[in-house]
Nanobody
């Protein structure tokens, strides 16, 4: 079992930056793939980024490539999402995700956090 708690959301002007954190509990964190999803009002939850546990390579949604960076610190049981050059369309609730397989996280299956709100004003 893995429990996930996100933090770091807030309100920022367009062009600004935020860093989200996701603290995980559970003994298997270091071997789990981790990811971030987001859900804007009236829209479906969508994939943002995911990182493998083994070599820390990552996948990103095209909409956030070159602006967002996912990273992890296994010693701190934490995964991060550094978000730069934020746009109003990035406004959403951001959810942390975890799973024993990378494909599982990419597909939005596995464990979820409760979400943290990110609001980008124009």
């Amino acid at each position: 079992q893995v429990q996930l708690v996100e933090s770091g959301g807030g309100m920022v002007h367009a062009g600004g930056s935020l860093r989200l954190s996701c603290a995980a509990s559970g003994s298997t964190f270091s071997s789990y793939a981790m990811g971030w999803f987001r859900q804007a009002p009236g829209k479906e939850r969508e994939f943002v980024a995911a990182i493998r546990w083994s070599d820390r390579t990552a996948n990103y949604a095209d909409s956030v490539k070159s602006r967002f960076t996912i990273s992890r610190d296994n010693a701190k049981r934490t995964v991060y999402l550094q978000m730069n050059s934020l746009k109003p369309e990035d406004t959403a609730v951001y959810y942390c995700a975890a799973g024993p397989y990378f494909s599982m996280v990419l597909e939005g299956r596995g464990y979820w956090g409760q979400g943290t709100q990110v609001t980008v004003s124009s």
